[in-house]
């Protein structure tokens, strides 16, 4: 495929994933939020939300203290924060414009009827269903729209979509982890009941990975056993590590893995995952954001960048 | 006079005020004389029994299914709320097999004359030294490009893709207003208007068997891997767009991906070792055959317009050598510009040894003392339009026209008439439509797409233009022009 396709669908997919991973995100600490102990600390659960999916400082002085209302209009109906819902699933559209001649109809007619509905969003249309039923309703049409793009051939096009999925998803649960933990771990036992222990839950939510949780480990929440989970849950789509097993597996399909440089440094980060031990996972966590980082610049300069030969 | 002003077969009286002509006038392809025509008569009983508020429903879900898949053109200074629909009629027009053997065979003769035109200018020019069109009309007009000359093409084959536009007079009487033979648009619509009409009123298609147009893409892929150079066993195909801000990019995508070929932009191309080649995310691919919808000007900056960003440096040289090929070629334009236009009869004669099957519109070239001093005289009955214009533009309605504007307009063709040519108002035929609240006859015109490869073919079906607004005559979707899906009924 060309290359300057293969970037339009590399970010296709990033755009994607991440606008159903905000939507997730904020639904997570929405329903925190209205937890009887919110009302006597309400920053608290947009804490990791501001963290992870803002810029703290530029929030802090546009937006003011993190509210439901402040967090709901930067994150979902900006049009000048790149990464608010409304900006992803345009950047999603246009990249998809851009190569629809390669996608199956239905992936684009669900890409290009999510923007006619989204580009609708304001802070009007917002406060007339209320902010979870657009939180439900981007997980359900990002949701579509996958169905429709795993209705592909399994070739280049296929692979780079999932390269982007894995790469921003790697890079979700870390800046997650890596914002989240800290907190988490200055309690050692919650309480079932708690708000620290529905700290973890919502951790595992914005993940969606609460389900995994409790079926992979058939016990109550335990902060090792969720660490384990979201960091190298063997089962689970959604953890760092399968994640980053899966750059790896996209890229071999893509370039051929010997001597390249980034498929050495994936095989690195994976294996430093599989054997690290559980005490020091949290600082693994770190490292590995770092790592997702510099893996995704290089991606884009090595293999998504048009060149001569 | 020229002989073939005589033949002017248009009864048109001279209108005797500056209004527009009379729409009774108007050929209506539905309701002949005689009543309504056998092959209207399934959809007419229908019209008869809709009501505006059904047919309205069903041109907002037409309206909603365009929208969803796309189906639009950008208007410049692109914010993608910007993207506009064409507006669709949900009345199709019908043709009778009988009248478009006529109109088919009409338009393929046209483009093989116009091919066998285009290969001699750049070769041999018989046609010229035999006198039946004057040298310096050809090799002195500016679309003539000496970097076509001696150079053999596959099969000969100039025109792969032409559009003819063609209108109609009555009932037996079709006039070619315009050959397309650069960068013709529009066939997508023709596809994708079938493909809403299927949706909306699947019980039409069930009355009357509509021959089927869907095949197009396939017919075209098959041609241009026909036309790969010489030795090239799988040739790689390419469609060349100039990027999805071009307002016809949708018809780009469109046929890349219904023909399963690269779309691509000058940038992902290059020239190296006498080939040309893409940048493929594995690596650099060769380039056999490009359908390429950027102008000549644009094509390769090393050769043509310097500042263009739409083409490939050095994309002539290889072309020249036989080493890629392109569809269309380059260099058309001297035989679908409106000075040449006007031979495309003799050209018919002279090549093929055939009647021309369709007409050309008749035309007075005010470069001749005579013809403009008619013309001049004739002002507010004929419509006048600069040589080398086009999109409308520049161009004098005589009968929509004020007494002051037709006095302009005297000034500017006195001050180089040879610039100018002069054609009588048509009346164009006219199909139902639905317009606004009710349904009336509007005028509509043709276009055909003409492939030509191995062989020269025509899928049954055109992309018909109609003009939405009462009495307007122009067509163009930027001047409040629609489009209809086009039937030809299948009588096998």
Not at chain 2, 323 to 344: P, S
């Amino acid at each position: 495929m060309l290359s300057r396709l293969a970037v339009h669908c590399f970010w296709l997919s990033r755009y994607l994933e991440r606008a159903e991973n905000t939507a997730r995100l904020l639904a997570a600490a929405n329903a925190q939020a209205l937890a009887p102990e919110a009302s006597s600390n309400s920053q608290r659960p947009w804490r990791v939300v501001v963290a992870v999916a803002t810029d703290p400082h530029r929030f802090g002085s546009e937006f003011g203290p993190a509210t439901a209302e402040s967090i709901a209009a930067h994150l979902l109906v900006d049009r000048d924060n790149p990464s608010s819902v409304v900006s992803c699933l345009r950047a999603v559209r246009e990249n998809a414009r851009s190569v629809r001649h390669l996608l199956n109809v239905e992936s684009w007619e669900a890409v290009n009827s999510t923007w006619l509905e989204a580009r609708e969003f304001a802070g009007a249309v917002l406060e007339q269903r209320g902010l979870d039923h657009w939180l439900g309703w981007t997980r359900q049409r990002c949701q579509w729209i996958k169905g429709a793009l795993d209705d592909q051939l399994r070739d280049e096009l296929y692979a780079v979509l999932m390269l982007g999925q894995a790469l921003e998803r790697a890079d979700f649960i870390s800046r997650m982890l890596v914002a989240a933990l800290p907190a988490l771990l200055s309690e050692p036992n919650p309480e079932p009941g708690t708000f620290a222990h529905r700290d973890w839950e919502a951790l595992l939510a914005a993940a969606g990975m609460v389900d995994a949780y409790y079926r992979t480990t058939s016990q109550p929440l335990r902060p090792d056993l969720a660490m384990d989970l979201l960091i190298r849950g063997t089962t689970s789509t959604r953890s760092l590590l399968s994640n980053v097993e899966r750059l790896a597996s996209s890229l071999a399909a893509l370039v051929a893995s010997v001597g390249n440089d980034t498929a050495s440094a994936i095989a690195a980060l994976a294996e430093e995952l599989k054997t690290c031990t559980t005490s020091d996972l949290p600082s693994a966590a770190g490292r590995a954001l770092t790592r997702i980082n510099a893996i995704g610049a290089a991606l884009q300069r090595e293999h998504f960048m048009p060149s001569d030969r | 006079m020229n002989t073939d002003l005589q033949q002017q077969p248009v009864a048109a009286e001279p209108p005797t005020s500056s209004r527009p002509a009379k729409r009774s006038r108007a050929y209506n392809e539905m309701r002949g004389p005689t009543g309504v025509s056998p092959a209207y008569r399934p959809l007419a009983e229908f019209l008869r029994s809709a009501d505006a508020s059904s047919l309205e429903h069903k041109r907002t879900e037409a309206d909603a299914l365009f929208r969803r898949r796309g189906i639009t053109f950008n208007v410049y200074g692109d914010e993608s709320g910007e993207e506009r629909l064409i507006p669709f009629d949900v009345i199709p027009r019908i043709l009778t097999a009988q009248e478009w053997s006529v109109v088919s065979a009409g338009c393929c003769q046209r483009v093989r004359a116009l091919n066998r035109f285009l290969d001699d200018i750049y070769h041999d020019q018989e046609i010229l030294k035999a006198g039946v069109i004057p040298r310096d009309e050809i090799v002195n007009n500016v679309l003539f490009r000496k970097e076509m000359v001696g150079l053999d093409l596959p099969n000969k084959v100039h025109a792969h893709i032409a559009g003819i536009d063609v209108v109609r007079v009555s009932g037996d009487q079709w006039y070619v207003l315009e050959d397309n033979l650069r960068t013709p648009s529009g066939v997508s619509y023709m596809i994708e208007n079938r493909v809403a009409m299927r949706r909306l009123f699947p019980d039409f298609f069930r009355r009357q068997r509509v021959a089927t147009i869907d095949h197009y893409p396939e017919i075209l892929l098959s041609n241009l891997r026909a036309c790969a150079p010489a030795g090239i066993e799988y040739p790689t195909v390419v469609v060349l767009t100039p990027g999805p801000a071009n307002s016809a990019f949708f018809e780009h995508a469109f046929l890349a991906q219904r023909m399963g070929v690269s779309l691509v932009e000058g940038q992902d191309l290059f020239v190296d070792d006498g080939h040309v080649w893409m940048r493929d995310l594995r690596g650099r691919r060769q380039v056999d055959v490009i359908y390429r919808r950027v102008d000549d000007e644009f094509l390769d900056p090393t050769v043509f317009r310097p500042d263009s960003l739409l083409g490939v440096a050095g994309l002539m040289e290889v072309y020249r050598a036989g080493k890629v090929n392109l569809a269309n070629a380059v260099g058309n334009g001297v035989a679908d510009d409106k000075a040449t236009y006007l031979y495309v009869p003799q050209m018919i004669e002279f090549y093929l040894g055939e009647k021309p099957i369709l007409s050309n519109v008749p035309t007075w070239r005010l470069g001749r003392p005579d013809e403009l001093a008619y013309v001049l005289e004739h002002l507010a009955d004929l419509v006048v339009k600069e040589v080398h214009g086009s999109g409308g533009y520049g161009m004098l309605v005589g009968p929509a026209s004020t007494l002051a504007e037709r006095e302009a307009y005297r000034e500017r063709i006195l001050s180089d008439p040879s610039d100018f040519i002069a054609q009588p108002t048509l009346a164009l035929s006219t199909c139902p439509t639905f317009s606004a609240q009710d349904i009336a006859p509007r005028h509509v015109d043709l276009r055909p797409y003409v492939l030509t490869g191995p062989a020269c073919t025509l899928v049954p079906g055109a992309l018909t233009r109609v003009a939405l607004k009462e009495g307007s005559l122009v067509v163009n979707s930027s001047q409040g022009g629609g489009t209809k899906d086009t039937w030809v009924l299948d009588d096998q």
